[in-house]
């Protein structure tokens, strides 16, 4: 087979077109080996190979760089199919930033568009054919796309004589039409009717296509035209609504205490009943290290592979035999369904019981099943280690797993063995298995179910790990395990938050293209059809924190350009080691740190030679040794307030240095710490000094690493992306590099628009019109305060928010009433954003008799609390909210008048 690739592509100096695919001509996939295009002028390229006739042929084009640097087309794998003798391949090319590529993701394609499917007639081989192929996904189910244009064969311009187009391959369309029926120049249109009555939906904008002469070179010959898309009016831009709520959060009659993944499916039937078209969740993967109140924290995985267990619902695990056991958990279930939050120790306690009693009672017949041997072969790779992982951890109380003794280094061939099915205690490891096993199918059947009803699920994709989790363990290599990644100082943590995870040895993960990234995407889209990038800006560089550190004020940026010393000093003062890099401790503002303890503080603490400046005692050189020696046990409450106040203002003295050594460079460089203005070592300085430190805290956090840190993200990012079909959207808040929009844009991955939270400083508030459209608008997230919540915090900025932006007079309600949630929540509905996906806490404030009245209990997280416990749970249940029929009514309007409810 004859095949000739043309697409037209203007390039600039420097760069060449290639074509690579999954046949050996075109290089197997291995850019090295991809077949080079030769320019044919005006903005044309060409290339011709022969190939052995075969099924089906995936291509796809890159532009390489002057600099060897290669760009893909964004798009999906091109497909080439045909048994002709002769195929001439008339492509167009995709950039890289394309809003209807958006639409081939899995949240179009599987859940909310579900066509009929029409399969494509066979043709007859030997004659010459013109065949047209177009990407349109975002076409409703009971309509189809047809092909008209200025020929007998194609309509004559007349909708009801239109060719049909097929979507076997859904959401790619074809039509083929003979070419001995076509004269030139052909002129054509794609439009959508509608499947049951024939009648004309709508043309595609803009001009005709146009071919101008297509020859028929051999007999067996085939022209294919592939078009980018069907063009709708520019103002006809697609957007839909949604809710955010975790499942630990959900209610329902069936579960036990906590949300599990079968109140997915009562949750769907409420979006269906308001027009909500997606639901966005936490992450749902196993945390269960301590078995404490700090496993509740959803982003410390110990697994990113394995779902959590308390997320299983019991009764479809079947009934024990034993009806006193039974209902002893039927009891239990009442009771903690009776409280208002999630006590995430009893229930956690009372269904491991029951996983083990199950287990015990149904393991035999279980494993024996196709079902089970299939999932287990499927998953082994990942679903082995993390059995081992927990059975070790039980065995020896601790997830640390640098302190079990021979399995303190993963090694395969020890781990094969321990989990071999020989071993006297195998069921301990089995026991996961079968967990494992169980929350597959469950959160499989309710993704299932949703998709029938046309509601996506959006997942969460935390930035890290835990430092004691299976990855840690069995792939170190890939991660910095002497750091910790957190965030900057801001409004919500004034000291940064320190999140304890270990940070990404990006060149490791590099060598073999990305491959852990890749997997665990991989597993994801098995359940999700979006996902939230959580600190998507980590992937431009990560705050990292030392070990040994507890604030993040002392934490860096990673990767970064640290400064020389005569670097520094180029900015026009002299580099005081000492001055500049030790803490700087002085007499008198001893007592804003330790009030009347500072008398004690200096004796006991601190070291001094004139009485003015002070040192800290040997053993306090770390902030974590300052908190050990307090805090052996980690735990605050076995502390008196005095001690407490000692502890932590012994830890805040640390802070006060103004450049950080980088541990990474080989020379001796600094970076410049991290809100130093706010230090008393910073207020002592003069102002000559001040000023100087200024130009360069602003070039250094702001300027020196736009390009650096963006080609940081273009060297990651595109990997994980193409890994999936999923929606990708990213949590861009806090400290932005400024060229995070551009990044992101170039990849269609959506930012995150939050109203008290503007990305333009110059603005107190933002505004959801000015929302862009590859965004998600919402009105707050799980780490802050919800609508009502916010509302009280600040009366001042109320009150401004409620003149300025809602546009009313006078002074703003002390509480935020159903009616000025509402307003809120209609500005965000009506956004230009292509989703808005909004907090069940805050969607629930706009009717006075669905609310919770204890307002501060519905925040799900504060950042500047490491301990916080994660437990807020719906008072009402999902059966109580499907008969809110006038709640719910009122809410499809909204969704509905704000333009978020059909497919066009």
Partial sequence: MRVVFQ???RTVWGQTLYVCGSHTTLGNWNTANALEMRYAGNGNWTAEVSMNKRGKVLYRYFVKHENDTIAWENSADRVLKSNSDFVFLHDEWRPQRNIDTLFSTKVFTQALIKPVIMAEPDNHDAEAYLRFSVTVPRIAPNHRLMLCGNQPALGNWKPEKAMEMHNAEFPLWRAAVSLKNISFPLEYKYLIVDNNTGHLVMWEHGPERRLTQVDALESSFEY????NGFRFEPHNQWRGAGVAVPVFSLRSNSSFGVGEFADLKKLADWAVATGLKMIQILPVNETVATHSWLDSYPYKAISVMALHPMFLNLKMLGDLDDGNEMAQFEKQKKQLNAKPFVDYIEVTKAKSRYFKLIFDQNWTKVCKTSAYKRFFKANKAWLEPYAAFCYLRDKFKNPDFRTWGEYAIYNQAKIADLCSPDQPFFEHIAVHYYIQFNLDLQLTEAVDYMHNKGVALKGDLPIGISPDSVEAWTEPALFNLNGQAGAPPDDFAVLGQNWGFPTYNWDEMEKDGYAWWKKRLNMMSRYFDAYRIDHILGFFRIWEIPKDAMHGL????????????????????????????????????????????????????????DGVSYSLIDGFETQRK????????????HLTEKMVVIRDGLISLLDEVLFLRDPYTRSVTYHPRIALHFSNSYRELDDYIKQRIDELYIDFFYQRHDQFWQEMAYRTLPSLIESSNMLVCGEDLGMVPASVPEVMANLNILSLEIQRMPKDPNVEFGRPADAPYLSVCTTSTHDMSTIRGWWEEDPGKTNRFFNHILGYHGSAPY???PWVCEAIIRQHLQSPAMWSILPIQDLLSMDAGLRWEKTQMEQINTPSNPRNKWQYRMVLSLEELLKATHFNGRLREMVNAAGRFGIY
């Fill in 7 to 9: 697409i037209n592509y």
């Fill in 224 to 227: 294919c035209v592939s078009d």
């Fill in 554 to 609: 002392l934490g860096r940026f990673k990767p970064a350009l640290a400064m020389s010393v005569d670097e520094i000093q180029n900015y026009g003062f002299w580099f005081d080691t000492d001055r500049f890099t030790k803490p700087y401790i002085r007499a008198h503002f001893l007592h804003d740190y330790f009030g009347e303890y500072a008398g004690e503080v200096k004796a006991k603490y601190l070291l001094t030679s």
């Fill in 626 to 637: 300052i908190f050990d020696h307090f805090t052996p046990d980690g735990i605050d409450e």
């Fill in 815 to 817: 509480f935020a009433e």
